[in-house]
Nanobody
C-alpha cells in the first residue's frame, strides 16, 4: 500500500523559511522520480522541484530556482524541500508525488500522491 504523508506546512512572513517533509512508504521510490508540486486556489497544480533519488539530480521550476532545495534522506524514507525567501505567491497547498518513470514537472505523470500540506506566506 503506497503512502505519502506530507507535514511541516504553516504560516510564515514574506522572506521567511519553511521545511516540509514527505514520509514515503509502501513502494521502492529510489528507482524513479520524486517531486514537490503545489496548487494555489483557482490555479492548476504545478511542478516545483523534482529529484532522482538514485543519484540526487534535481530540477526546479523557474519560479523557485535559487530559493528552494529538494533533498532526500533514504535512511528515513523522507523527501524534503527547504524553502527560503518565501513570497506571497508561494502560498499554496504543497504535495509530494512519486513515480517510476523519468523526472518531469507534469503532475499527470505521477501516480502516487500525498494529501498535501498548506503553506501560507503573508
Amino acid at each position: 500500500h503506497v503512502q505519502l504523508v506530507e507535514s511541516g506546512g504553516g504560516s510564515v512572513q514574506t522572506g521567511g523559511s519553511l521545511r516540509l517533509s514527505c514520509s514515503i512508504s509502501g513502494y521502492s521510490y529510489t528507482s524513479g522520480c520524486m517531486g514537490w508540486f503545489r496548487q494555489a486556489p483557482g490555479e492548476e497544480r504545478e511542478g516545483v522541484a523534482v529529484i532522482y533519488p538514485a543519484h540526487g539530480t534535481t530540477y526546479y521550476s523557474d519560479s523557485v530556482k535559487g530559493r528552494f532545495t529538494i533533498s532526500q534522506d533514504n535512511a528515513k524514507n523522507t523527501l524534503y524541500p527547504q524553502m527560503n525567501s518565501l513570497k506571497p505567491e508561494d502560498t499554496a497547498l504543497y504535495y509530494c508525488a512519486g513515480g517510476n518513470g523519468y523526472c518531469n514537472m507534469r503532475p499527470s505523470w505521477y501516480p502516487n500522491w500525498g494529501q498535501g500540506t498548506q503553506v501560507t506566506v503573508s
